[in-house]
């Protein structure tokens, strides 16, 4: 566990860095690039947009080697483009509770003990598809916004608040007192199809393989489940979450 940390510690330090065509644009266009690195060798529409746009943001251009973006980009596929931008400011509880204080069915998502990077990025970006109103992440034992997190929401990470807590248990605790229903995912609970979504949810969102961990599923209301025909037993945390998103978002007719 130590190490896993340490490797948590390790990509945070990295993660004022964006690659990648679509997470460079959407930086660009919020306003949040520094300093933009294009690969010397590049030609086509998408350096021509780029070096537009990062000239009309004002933000400086480098042209470097490709073997350089990729150190930059920590081995991730650039696509030629590294940019530059401030650390990511992460919101706090508060925030979120009150961005959704007078909405009558908001949907937070609450991640426990996530570490792939690939599949929080994923969930940000069918959370911005399906118009949830945050994402709520420990700080301990659980993947933070990284490079490969940006790159994998495709943008949708400049849209939807991101609240980093230390205590999940807590956390829970005062949503409750906030007025929201906390639900869980696990192999036996409630079909997702007669998921009653009414009023404010919390949807725990568990690690692969482990799941939702043992102290904070006893604080959870009630287990929803994906019924599946196949041999395989159990669904990509990305892919799972996208789901009840869904199902969510069908009920509240939130999704375009």
């Known amino acids: 566990m130590k190490k896993n940390q340490e490797n948590f510690n390790e990509t945070e330090n990295i993660n004022d860095t964006i690659y990648g065509v679509h997470a460079v644009v959407d930086s660009l266009t919020e306003n949040l690039g520094n300093k933009l690195y294009i690969q010397d060798d590049l030609r086509g529409k998408n350096v021509d947009k780029i070096k537009a746009l990062a000239s009309e943001k004002k933000v400086g251009i480098s042209f470097v080697s490709k073997e350089k973006l990729k150190e930059m980009s920590d081995g991730g596929v650039h696509q030629g483009f590294v940019l530059k931008t401030s650390a990511y400011a992460y919101k706090e509880l508060s925030d979120l509770l009150a961005l959704t204080e007078n909405a009558e069915n908001p949907l937070l998502i ?5 570490t792939d990077p690939h599949n929080l990025g994923s969930i940000l970006r069918t959370a911005d598809a399906t118009g949830v109103s945050g994402v709520i992440i420990p700080k301990h034992r659980s993947v933070g916004v990284t490079p490969v997190v940006v790159k994998t929401s495709t943008g949708a990470i400049n849209h939807i608040p991101i609240a980093r807590v230390t205590n999940l248990s807590q956390t829970l605790d005062k949503l409750k007192a906030a007025g929201f229903w906390v639900f869980g995912t696990d192999m036996n609970g409630t079909p997702h199809a007669k998921w009653q979504t009414q009023g404010k949810v919390a949807l725990i969102i568990g690690a692969e393989g482990a799941g939702i961990t043992s102290n904070i599923k006893k604080q959870v209301d009630e287990m929803i489940t994906i019924p ?9 945390a990305g892919v799972a979450a996208g789901i009840l998103m869904y199902e969510w978002a069908r009920n509240f007719g939130q999704s375009n």
């Open 228 to 236: 599946m025909k196949g041999h395989v037993q159990s669904l990509n």
């Open 110 to 114: 609450v991640i426990d003990g996530l």
